[in-house]
């Protein structure tokens, strides 16, 4: 076969450092945005962002000859200084170590795109840690529940 040929669909989600409500709605959109960016300029594709003021989903298209490790260490970072750069005021802006991504099948796609476009009315019933266990649980992830809040 002379090409490679592939859909690879995943769901990430990612807090702010201890969970604190730091993307306040004055930096959300352009946050978005930022992320978007950085992810087309390492070749994905995202279809989906959203979240709450402690945490942001990614629903994105990612390239065969690229790890999500990269990327994320990618987004992080540049998400981060670009922050720090751009409003002086939320000086004390970081992200948590880690991340977690899930693959998503094309079948469910809308689904996922719909729940992470839903998060503040999700939110309503579920905080931030109920939501990531469930998560875990339901795409079968073997954890150490001492290790995935800090």
């Known amino acids: ?26 930096l ?12 087309r300029a390492e070749k994905g594709t995202l279809y989906a962002i959203g979240g709450m003021p402690d945490h942001i989903h990614l629903l994105l298209r990612w390239r065969t000859d690229g790890t999500i490790a ?6 992080k970072s540049r998400s981060s200084l670009w922050v720090h750069q751009t409003f002086p005021v939320f000086a004390s802006f970081a992200w948590q170590e880690g991340y977690a991504a899930f693959s998503v099948s094309k079948s469910a796609e809308a689904d996922v795109k719909a729940y992470i476009e839903k998060q503040a009315e999700h939110h309503q019933k579920r905080d931030f840690r109920e939501e990531l266990l469930a998560l875990l649980h339901a795409h079968g992830v073997s954890f150490d529940p001492r290790y995935v809040f800090d």
């Open 1 to 26: 076969m002379p090409g490679t040929y592939s859909q690879i669909l995943l769901h990430v989600v990612f807090s702010t450092k201890g969970r604190t409500a730091s993307i306040k709605s004055e």
């Open 70 to 75: 990269d990327l994320m260490r990618t987004v």
């Open 28 to 39: 959300q959109e352009r946050l978005y945005g930022y992320i978007g960016g950085i992810v």
